[in-house]
């Protein structure tokens, strides 16, 4: 039977994909803040479920959690987990924005070089890294956040290129959805200007691409488009329409 590891798997996008990996006769080994939530899908998932509470935001979670994992076999790592807050760069919280890149980059650095290690010894072995559409474009008004899945986008496609020229059987993907109908929006205090996508359907074209080796994975139409249109314009241009977008998302009370 085959285990796979998620991270930020007590809601949204990593919550339905254990869900579903589940259903698929996977193993799974999940890790949230919530311990609470973790227990309650382990019961639901079965005795094979095994589960950390780590805040990935602290300097040592990410080795706790593959320190946890030692002795088990690994199939796939999800690097799920992450978060976005948004306002103007000048006024946003220096904090939490340290806090996001320790969690949007660092964990997510950390996670795939130690697990992708191992995968190469074995020369088997799935990362799905999930970044989002922001990856694409500058974002102005969540810069940090947008930075930061730029970063994930980047180092998934530099990493599999190397696994490539190797010859190895290992694959590297990420999955960069738009706006998903989950908990992110109320953590990071803004309402999406259009209609989220459904979450079960981003999380089975996440996995279903993954599972295929697939490089990057884009939800819907719309989002290939918009990652299309960002590529081919100038990044300037496109800052300013990013701008205009995320004017339209206004800041919850």
């Not at 930020?8 to 803040?33: D, P």
């Not at 130690?114 to 799935?126: H, N, S, T």
């Not at 980047?154 to 738009?178: D, F, K, N, Y």
């Amino acid at each position: 039977m085959k285990r796979a590891i998620i991270t930020g798997a007590t809601s949204g996008i990593g919550k339905e994909m254990a869900i579903q990996l589940h259903r698929r006769g996977w193993e799974l080994v999940l890790t949230g803040r919530n311990a609470a939530v973790l227990q309650r899908m382990a019961k639901k998932c079965g005795s094979g479920t095994r589960y950390i509470a780590l805040d990935l935001a602290e300097r040592d979670a990410p080795q706790k959690l593959y320190d946890f994992c030692r002795g088990m076999r690994i199939d796939m790592l999800i690097n799920n987990a992450g978060f976005g807050a948004f306002g103007t760069f000048t006024e946003s919280s220096l904090e939490q924005e340290l806090s996001m890149v320790d969690v949007n980059i660092r964990a997510v650095h950390i996670l795939t070089k130690l697990f992708l290690r191992d995968f190469v010894k074995r020369d088997a072995g799935i990362i799905l890294n999930v970044a989002s559409i922001a990856a694409f474009a500058p974002g102005p008004l969540m810069a940090t956040y947008y930075a930061s899945k730029s970063y994930v986008l980047r180092l998934t496609l530099a990493i599999r290129e190397e696994l490539r020229r190797s010859g190895s059987h290992v694959t590297v993907s990420v999955l960069c959805p738009g706006p998903v109908a989950t908990e992110f929006s109320r953590r990071a205090g803004v309402n999406f200007a259009i209609r989220p996508a459904d979450v079960h359907e981003v999380a089975y074209c996440g996995l279903s691409g993954a599972l295929a080796g697939r490089s990057v994975i884009l939800p819907k139409l719309s989002v290939k488009l918009g990652a299309l249109g960002a590529g081919l314009c100038p990044q300037e241009i496109a800052a300013a329409f990013v701008y205009l977008i995320q004017r339209r998302r206004k800041p919850r009370d």
